[in-house]
């Protein structure tokens, strides 16, 4: 199948084929999830909202999607409705300079009706424990900053961000060599890199995250691979063991050269310990074995099923390809990334995933009976890294802060939560816990402080750990959060809405 790849005069990327029947296209924006900042986190989805809010009414099927990527809109019909379909689009990403804000306002609450817990609070997933709150980390976040947003600030986003040169057009028919779409020009939005933050083979123990491990592995080939290693994971995981209903895989491209895989595995609460245990276990065995013959033979079927003929399966793998582009990164064509599936097998999958235990990482919800967990990362000779903002620290620095005239707060008893007292100072808050250990958060570690209503605030540090801090909580609980207040950077303080 012959791929054309072109530029606009305005510079928009074109990918097109000559696919027989319905015509399948999209239109590509290259900024997702990955590429914003905590503060302002959510503007790419807020700006899906009311680009969709302006495409009605729809008079052929269409929907738009975000990912860590890229905010994409895909439409099917004639060839003239699409393309009319994507002058529509541009049009609508034109009047994001003049939202009103009853516009604002009503794409802010369906934010909140579709994504309720990510609009109020911080979230985490695998690659924040990875990354932090850098590139690609932040994908989980969540967006609880969003609620601050004007009309000045997404305004100003889309016009440096949803800019022709940060845009991608792919169809399953030849556009015209006269093909282009009105939107605003500029240079292509700076990108950070992934940096790991934690880079040992650890347990990390988080809020819902059920139990998921993540590899890093050759950028090259990993859909087939991470497809391979979850119908391994999945015959010991759940056709032996029965700890789960079945295993899930997602893949993030971390750079040029590598991507990360993460296979998601949700049991029983009774059942945490054992499958991280089992989930462990099952990646040593396939890095010594390798999977079945048959797991390569369903991975391999996959790929087939994606990279079929048909104008919905050439829509979607000329997306890939775009979204690729768009941040820099080579992209394996249609034949290549058949050819790499084509050529696993268990030996190769064995290798790969030997080479890629040194970057093993294994979430598990901390839920999970502490006992137990501490027993089974013993015996798979893994730490537990508990990830708290509150890091532990030694006495002496709580009494040079009570020698002074720090005045010392104390929490309030509540079932089932440590007695603890806390000292602010001018670059930390320390606590002193009942059974004498000691912990604190930096200010200068902060990178977002949340501001709720009621006064709650909510610490964020630049690893993803965060902590709320309210009134009811402490014994003289305004006086407390009034001075944490006055302590921390205002310029990283920013409203979050109540809960």
């Known amino acids: 199948m012959q791929i054309v790849t072109s530029t606009t005069p305005s510079g928009i990327l074109t990918r097109t084929a000559n696919v027989p029947g319905r015509t399948y296209g999209a239109v590509v924006f290259g900024v997702g999830t990955r590429d914003e900042p905590v503060a302002t986190a959510g503007m790419a989805h807020l700006a899906l909202h009311l680009i969709e809010a302006a495409l009605e009414p729809r008079l052929i099927p269409s929907r738009a999607r975000l990912d860590a990527n890229s905010i994409t809109f895909e439409a099917s019909g004639t060839t003239a409705q699409v393309v009319a379909h994507f002058r529509a689009i541009a049009d609508a990403v034109l009047a994001l300079g003049s939202v009103t804000a009853y516009e604002l306002g009503r794409a802010k609450r369906l934010l909140e009706v579709e994504e309720p817990g990510e609009y109020r609070h911080p979230g985490v997933d695998v690659f924040t424990f990875r990354y932090g709150l850098g590139e690609l980390g932040r994908t ?119 991507a990360a895989l993460s296979f998601d595995v949700s049991p029983r609460r009774d059942d945490l310990p054992e499958t991280v245990r089992a989930l462990v276990l099952g990646l040593q065995d396939i890095a010594d074995d390798g999977v079945s013959p048959a797991a390569v033979t369903l991975a391999v079927e996959f790929a087939r099923l994606e990279l079929a003929s048909d104008p919905a399966s050439v829509r979607d793998s000329l997306v890939g390809e775009a979204t690729l582009s768009l941040r820099g990164f080579s992209a394996d064509s249609r034949d290549e990334t058949l050819g790499l599936a084509l ?18 990482l294994v ?15 013993k015996g798979l000779s893994l730490p537990i890294d508990p990830f708290r903002l509150l890091q532990p620290v030694s006495e002496k620095l ?102």
């Not at 009811?472 to 809405?497: D, S």
Request: aromatic share 6%.
């Open 363 to 377: 979430a598990f919800d901390d839920d999970a009976d502490e006992k137990t967990m501490a027993k089974v990362a």
């Open 140 to 258: 989980g976040f969540g967006f609880p900053g969003i609620a601050a947003t004007s009309k000045k600030d997404i305004a100003r986003w889309a016009a440096s961000r949803l800019v022709a040169e940060n845009t991608a057009v792919v169809l399953t028919k030849p556009l015209t060599a006269s093909f282009d779409l009105d939107l605003p020009t500029g240079p292509v939005p700076t990108r950070g890199d992934a940096v790991q933050i934690l880079e040992t083979p650890t347990l990390v123990a988080s809020e819902n995250l059920d139990v998921c491990a993540s590899l890093v592995v050759p950028a090259a080939g990993a859909e087939a691979l991470a497809d391979a290693i979850k119908f391994g994971l999945r015959e010991r995981l759940v056709d032996q063991a029965g700890l789960a209903y079945d295993v899930s895989v997602a893949t993030a491209r971390v750079d040029e050269a590598t």
């Open 398 to 499: 709580w009494k040079k802060a009570v020698k002074g005239d720090a005045v010392v707060f104390t929490k309030k008893k509540i079932k089932g939560l440590p007695d603890a007292e806390a000292v602010i100072t001018d670059s930390a808050l320390l606590h002193r816990y009942e059974d004498d250990s000691y912990a604190a958060v930096e200010f200068d570690d902060l990178i977002l402080v949340g501001e709720r209503p009621n006064g709650t605030l909510v610490l964020v540090d630049g690893a993803g750990r965060w902590l709320p801090f309210t009134v009811k909580r402490w014994k003289n609980g305004q006086r407390f959060v009034k001075a944490l207040r006055k302590a921390v950077p205002a310029e990283l303080v920013r409203e979050f809405p109540a809960v």
């Open 343 to 360: 050529a696993l097998t268990p030996e190769t999958v064995a290798a790969a995933v030997a080479a890629a235990m040194p970057s093993l």
